[in-house]
């Protein structure tokens, strides 16, 4: 189920993108529309873009764990941009030109954008983690127990259809137990990530310290010698 609705995403999303470049590019579209007249025309596309980012980012992240890292970043920053074009556009200024424009170049960025996390999206649709592929396979023919009984299967094929049904339960078992591992991998992931942002703040700070000690020491030495002028 997961991987059927995160196909039909990628389908709306992708006419999406195709809907504002084919208006921006015949003209419908443009930097000169005053700010009312330009979130009129685009709003109801940007809302369900960054609904449809927000919901794929989830879907992503239970296909493909080991590229949160990427996944997050990307949606972070085309949710940004998108939320940006708009808080232009509703600002009140004494120029609406002027915001026109800076808006225009925001929905621009997010047709780039845009265009990045749609490759993303179908990467991740086209190639899952092996380990998550098994278990929503397990998981889908769990759930289609009843639809797999009822199938018109030949004598020599029977026994394995009921073999497979009986161990069914064990499947489940052991697909609760990969579910189980694949939260704490990702929770490990996200733990391993704060720890590096982190130690690379301190690393910074303490750059930074020792570059401010470096200056006050040269300060001081120059004082010194000043001193021992006069």
């Known amino acids: 189920m997961v991987k059927e609705e995160f196909n039909t995403k990628i389908g709306e999303f992708g006419e999406i993108l195709q809907k504002i470049a084919g208006d921006m590019a015949s003209g419908a579209l443009h930097e000169k529309l ?11 596309w940007v809302n369900r873009m960054t609904e449809l980012v927000i919901s794929s980012e989830e879907d992503m992240l239970i296909l493909k764990p080991e590229k949160t890292y990427t996944v997050k970043a990307k949606c972070k920053n085309l949710t940004q941009t998108l939320t940006t074009f708009k808080d232009i556009l509703l600002q009140n200024t004494s120029d609406p030109p002027a915001n ?18 749609l490759l993303l999206m179908r990467e991740v649709r086209d190639n899952p983690s092996p380990l998550m592929n098994a278990v929503l396979t397990f998981k889908k023919a769990s759930e289609t127990k009843a639809s797999v009984i009822s199938i018109q299967a030949s004598e020599d094929v029977q026994p394995l259809i009921k073999h497979v049904l009986s161990r ?4 489940q078992v052991a697909l609760t137990s990969l579910e189980k591992k694949v939260a704490e991998m990702r929770e490990n992931v996200r733990r391993f990530q ?9 690393k910074i700070s303490e750059q930074h310290q020792q570059s401010e000690d470096k200056t006050e020491k040269r300060q001081l030495s120059l004082s010194n010698f000043k001193a021992e002028q006069n």
């Open 168 to 171: 069914m339960d064990e499947f």
């Open 194 to 202: 704060e720890e590096s942002l982190k130690l690379l703040a301190n």
């Open 100 to 117: 026109s424009r800076l808006a225009f170049e925001q929905l621009r960025k997010a047709l780039t954008d845009g265009s990045d996390f």
């Open 34 to 44: 005053p700010p009312a007249a330009l979130l009129e025309k685009t709003e109801s």
